[in-house]
């Protein structure tokens, strides 16, 4: 199974509105990524965090980090039409920096 | 510009006839991979380098080849492509390993095997 996990599947919603995103991962982790990804293009990076750091904001981008319960989301604020994209956590589950193991993403779409 | 260039970015070709997907990036990178994306099933890595010379396996790395010649290029070889090769193709660069820093993705490629 995927080292990261993304929750929900799929999120629809209206401008303006907040998107949560959660990530999942199973093995100790020296810090997590977020992309983001625009039908069919080359991913994004948007933000990361280090295992030692509860909170990271960048814009309208929060993401948080529970180590404890091995849970990562992210918090879009203020949502835009062009926020919608797929949106994928990262780690690299083993620390050695040699494999970058993605989960399958949420895909968010925002309406206008 | 600091970028990671794919080519080609679409290609459509029969089971059997040999491909190479070429990757260049710009940045200095030590570090160089390849993954492909599948529906369902996300983004999987299918080879890395971490320097010249210097390359391994990732989780699908069954019928690729790859080297890494000179620090800019990491080509993706399919010797005898078949139609389950079929898959978006990214390749992806950081200026050391993976979670030391962000990782620089090219525009994919989009390769049907027939």
């Known amino acids: 199974s995927q080292q990261g996990e993304e929750d929900p599947q799929a999120l629809s919603i209206q401008e303006g509105e907040n998107a949560t995103m959660n990530c999942s991962y199973k093995?100790?982790?020296?810090?997590l990524q977020w992309y983001r990804q625009n039908s069919g293009r080359g991913l994004v990076h948007l933000i990361l965090?280090?295992?030692?750091?509860r909170e990271k904001h960048s814009g309208r981008l929060r993401v948080t980090l529970d180590t404890s319960k091995k849970s990562s989301s992210l918090l879009i604020t203020a949502s835009r039409a062009a926020d919608t994209a797929s949106y994928f956590c990262?780690?690299?589950?083993?620390?050695?920096?040699?494999?970058?193991?993605f989960g399958p993403g949420t895909r968010l779409s925002v309406l206008p | 510009e600091a970028q990671v260039t794919q080519n080609p970015r679409y290609l459509i070709t029969v089971t059997g006839k040999k491909l190479t997907v070429t990757c260049s990036q710009n940045?200095?990178?030590?570090?160089m991979s390849w993954y492909r994306q599948d529906p369902g099933l996300g983004l999987r890595q299918i080879y890395y380098?971490?320097?010249?010379?210097?390359?391994d396996k990732g989780d699908v790395p069954e019928g690729y080849k790859v080297s890494r010649k000179e620090k800019r290029n990491f080509p993706l070889i399919l010797e005898s492509p078949s139609p389950n090769q079929t898959s978006l193709y990214f390749c992806?660069?950081?200026?050391?390993?993976?979670?030391?820093?962000?990782?620089?993705f090219g525009e994919g490629s989009r390769l049907t095997v027939l």
């Open positions: 992806a660069s950081s200026l050391r390993g993976v979670g030391t820093g962000e990782l620089f």
């Open positions: 093995t100790s982790i020296n810090n």
């Open positions: 965090i280090r295992s030692n750091e």
């Open positions: 990262a780690t690299d589950p083993y620390n050695y920096g040699q494999n970058f193991v």
């Open positions: 940045m200095n990178h030590e570090y």
């Open positions: 380098s971490m320097n010249v010379e210097v390359t």
